[in-house]
């Protein structure tokens, strides 16, 4: 079986090589390469447990024994700390949600508050409540008195108060419902439109079809498949070869 020939993008925005991770004595990253271009979504797609989670964690500085080369914007980020590269402009929305639980909607968003950056969409409350309408009708209410699908809208909201200019978001459709996972679909484009670009990981290959230009397939720590979302929605073979449960 012989993927297409993935399109990269020749200065890419995110650059990964060779990166591998360690939990204890437990290998889980044995070597992925994978590349983000500049307003580009990429969709990091594989089973749960294939390592999608600890990929985005590795970009961000959050796991402590790894190796690999890490370069973003030109700049080597692979041995730096987490706040760091947050500086640097990249953001990350985990997977479970941590916001603030006392803190109102406003006040969380105070929180992720970072000056305009160069290069970056300049987001303000006003704009991420056009973007999230929910939220806009919610802006005292505290994290608490909040729902799952309200909470990860939050999270991503909080995070886009930075400015970054690229986007680690990690399994946005998970355990939502079908009306909150359209609307983080919508949310994604809108934030493709604005020149974000965006790593999202999912296990949901319908939401990913919905909203990435490629993908790269992970199985086991490594990249088994990468090219052009269509190609792999087309490519009944490979999807159960990785994908299917």
Do not use: C
């Not at 995110?14 to 271009?37: C, F, K, N």
């Not at 999230?132 to 990860?152: C, D, K, Y």
């Not at 939401?207 to 993908?215: G, P």
């Amino acid at each position: 079986m012989t993927p297409p020939a993935p399109h990269t993008p020749s200065d890419p925005l995110l650059r990964v090589e060779g990166l591998q991770v360690w939990y204890g004595h437990a290998h889980i990253l044995t070597g992925v390469d994978l590349t983000v271009g500049r307003g580009e979504v990429v969709a990091l797609i594989g089973r749960n447990g294939a390592g999608k989670t600890t990929t985005l964690k590795a970009i961000m500085g959050l796991a402590e024994s790894r190796r690999g080369n890490v370069t973003f914007d030109g700049r080597p980020i692979g041995t730096l700390p987490p706040h760091a590269i947050a500086r640097l402009g990249l953001g990350y929305v985990p997977e479970d949600r941590r916001i603030f639980a006392d803190l109102t909607v406003d006040e969380n968003l105070e929180v992720g508050r970072q000056p305009p950056r160069p290069g970056a969409p300049h987001w303000t409350p006003d704009r991420l409540f056009a973007l999230f309408p929910n939220l806009a009708a919610m802006r005292g209410r505290r994290g608490t008195r909040m729902s799952g699908g309200e909470q990860q809208m939050l999270t991503l909201a909080r995070t886009l108060m930075g400015n970054p200019t690229l986007l680690l978001l990690d399994e946005p459709s998970e355990g939502l419902a079908p009306i909150i996972v359209r609307q983080m679909a919508d949310a994604v484009r809108r934030l493709k439109a604005e020149g974000l670009s965006v790593l999202v990981s999912e296990q949901n290959t319908s939401f990913a079809a919905a909203v990435a230009d490629r993908a790269s397939v992970l199985e086991k720590g490594q990249v088994r498949w990468s090219g052009r979302m269509a190609d792999l929605m087309a490519d009944e073979a490979v999807r159960r070869t990785y994908l299917a449960v």
